[in-house]
């Protein structure tokens, strides 16, 4: 079993790489890599897709790294199992607003938007822990309940149109949407790596789902 990290150059991948690693020898899920390459893409079991940084220039990036195709290829076509994190959970939306409109990869019907609390003294980024509201039961949440909290950082998040793919929000001045999903695929808006023993536990769950 393969699981591949995708490498855009859109932050320090270290940490997730790492976290990663662990939960797949604590499970079995065989080999973990970090690759730029689109033939590593094309041949792996699992796909992550981390992401720091602007919407626009997270995708464009994807585009330039010659991996957006075989991702699509992989997930779409051959139904791989696929976690993005932060702006890589956004880029699953059909939309992005941040700067400018640009297509996401259409996967979850959302749009990419500026947080914007219903109360002033909330400042934008969100940044910091918060607990996880549960909105529909997933295998990847196995061991996972509301009350249970993630780290996050980001300025912009996912309005939802269908409810049905917000598996979990966030309160920050209003909901904030916080895992979407639906097939085999799931994002995670906040960082899982740093997200401790929570965090540690959905890596493990999404090594071992099988969709």
Not at 21 to 33: D, H, K, L, P
Not at 74 to 103: D, N
Not at 162 to 181: L, M, N, S
């Amino acid at each position: 079993m393969l699981t591949v990290i995708i490498d855009y150059e859109s932050g320090n991948l270290h940490s997730a790489e790492k976290a990663f690693q662990r939960m797949a020898a604590e499970t079995g899920a065989g080999q973990v890599i970090v690759t730029d390459r689109a033939e590593d893409v094309a041949r792996a079991d699992r796909i992550v897709l981390p992401g720091d940084g602007a919407f626009p220039a997270c995708a464009a990036a994807l585009r330039r790294s010659g991996c957006f195709e075989a991702m699509v290829e992989a997930v779409e076509r051959k139904g791989r199992p696929f976690l993005g994190i932060c702006v890589g959970m956004q880029l699953m939306a059909r939309l992005g607003h941040e700067y400018e409109t640009v297509e996401g990869l259409g996967w979850v019907d959302g749009e990419v938007e500026r947080i914007v609390p219903s109360d002033p003294a909330l400042k934008v980024p969100h940044m910091g822990w918060n607990d996880l509201v549960i909105d529909h039961p997933h295998a990847v949440l196995d061991g996972i309940a509301t009350g249970d909290h993630a780290y996050f950082v980001h300025s912009y998040q996912m309005r939802m149109a269908d409810p049905a793919q917000r598996i979990a929000h966030v309160d920050y001045g209003g909901d904030v949407t916080a895992i979407v999903g639906r097939d085999t695929m799931i994002g995670f808006q906040f960082h899982p790596e740093k997200s401790q023993a929570v965090g540690l536990r959905l890596i493990g769950n999404f090594l071992r789902w099988t969709p």
